[in-house]
């Protein structure tokens, strides 16, 4: 009876020790499977992560999109401003060289006269010419009148060099009269313009006072110094301003 009894407890301890072990190793595997879940949500981050960074997402692909289509407008501008500028840059050579074509044209043309006659030189905004014929001082006058032009009238330093280039061949007449101021009654050296000399380059040691009532001219001798006289026949100095003839451009 008792031998009983010890057999029970003894299965039961048995019993209740198999139950221990199994419910340990059951909670031993639970841990393992925990463990390997942990294990397995790590490596999957993990992964996770490196496609993350090796394949964007749609939404980065489409700013990438965005981007690459930002910089092909950005090129196709670039190349329609390069072809712009080219096309002005030819057009405006084009125009630079027709211009060119008319100033060219205009050099020509602005210091001829009414008689189509060659011979006129330009200094800064006139023309001057040399006349090939001689006449008297009022005659001179008359011809260049016919030329749209006058006798020269000598205002600068510059224009005497000129004269003096023009008269070394033989001496030439100037646009310089004596006239009568009739509230002094006395004769004074006037130009054709009725303005008075600024400048002058009279001979040294001349007496340049005009003659009372007879028609005192000046001529430039091959010097290119100033003379007066009363008569005689030579060549002339015509000048005009520059006139653009606007059919020749």
């Known amino acids: 009876m008792s031998s009983n009894i010890y057999d029970d407890i003894n299965l039961n301890v048995r019993y209740t020790k198999g139950a221990r072990e199994d419910r340990g190793q059951r909670e031993e595997r639970l841990v393992d499977i925990y463990d390997s879940v942990g294990t397995e949500d790590r490596v999957l981050k993990q992964d996770g992560g490196a496609r993350s960074e090796n394949h964007p997402p749609s939404v980065q692909r489409t700013r990438f999109r965005a981007a ?51 011979g006129w030189r330009r200094l800064g905004c006139r023309c001057y010419f040399k006349s090939t014929e001689v006449k008297n001082w009022t005659e001179s006058r008359r011809d260049c009148l016919d030329r749209g032009a006058e006798l020269l009238i000598i205002g600068s330093r510059e224009e005497q060099d000129l004269t003096s280039e023009l008269s070394k061949a033989e001496t030439s007449w ?76």
């Open 68 to 118: 690459a289509l930002t910089l092909g407008l950005l090129c196709l501008l670039l190349l329609v401003g390069v072809i712009v500028l080219s096309t002005l840059h030819i057009s405006m050579q084009t125009s630079i060289e027709e211009l060119q074509t008319s100033v060219d044209k205009l050099k020509n043309s602005y210091c001829s006269d009414t008689n189509n006659q060659t």
């Open 174 to 249: 100037i646009g310089l009269r004596a006239v009568t101021n009739k509230n002094r009654w006395v004769d004074e050296w006037k130009w054709v313009d009725d303005s008075q000399p600024t400048f002058s380059a009279w001979q040294s040691g001349l007496d340049i006072k005009p003659l009372h009532g007879a028609l005192s001219t000046a001529y430039v001798d091959l010097d290119g110094t100033w003379i007066q006289t009363n008569n005689g026949s030579k060549r002339w100095i015509c000048e005009k301003p520059i006139s653009f003839e606007l059919d020749a451009i």
